[in-house]
């Protein structure tokens, strides 16, 4: 079993940035895809952004690339999720999740854990 703990999410001004962080506990993430997801009110949780357990074939969403940069630690069993120039749009709850089958998908139903979420809020 996988534990995920997000952290540093909080209120940001448009244009600020941001960095998210995900921690795993009870098992070695490195052979695991890491995924960010998001989701706004009333709205889907949606795919941001993904890595590979090799750090390779990283995937973004359109509307953060060139904006978001995901990357991991291995030996600290930690994904990043470096979220820059913000925007009122990106204010949503922001989940990690781990795919034990390591196939690199934007689809959540690929994904095994997830962790409890933490609030970006982006103000205008």
């Known amino acids: 079993q996988v534990q995920l703990v997000e952290s540093g999410g909080g209120l940001v001004q448009a244009g600020d940035s941001l960095r998210l962080s995900c921690t795993a506990s009870?098992?070695?993430?490195?052979?695991?895809?890491m995924g960010w997801f998001r989701q706004a009110p009333g709205k889907e949780r949606n795919f941001v952004a993904a890595s590979r357990s090799s750090g390779g074939s990283i995937k973004y969403t359109d509307s953060v690339k060139g904006r978001f940069t995901i990357s991991r630690d291995n030996a600290k069993n930690t994904v990043y999720l470096q979220m820059n120039s913000l925007k009122p749009e990106d204010t949503a709850v922001y989940y990690c999740?781990?795919?034990?089958?390591?196939?690199?998908?934007?689809?959540?139903?690929?994904?095994?854990?997830w962790g409890q979420g933490t609030q970006v809020t982006v103000s205008s």
């Open positions: 009870g098992r070695s993430l490195s052979a695991y895809t």
């Open positions: 999740a781990a795919d034990r089958e390591d196939w690199g998908s934007r689809e959540r139903y690929e994904y095994d854990y």
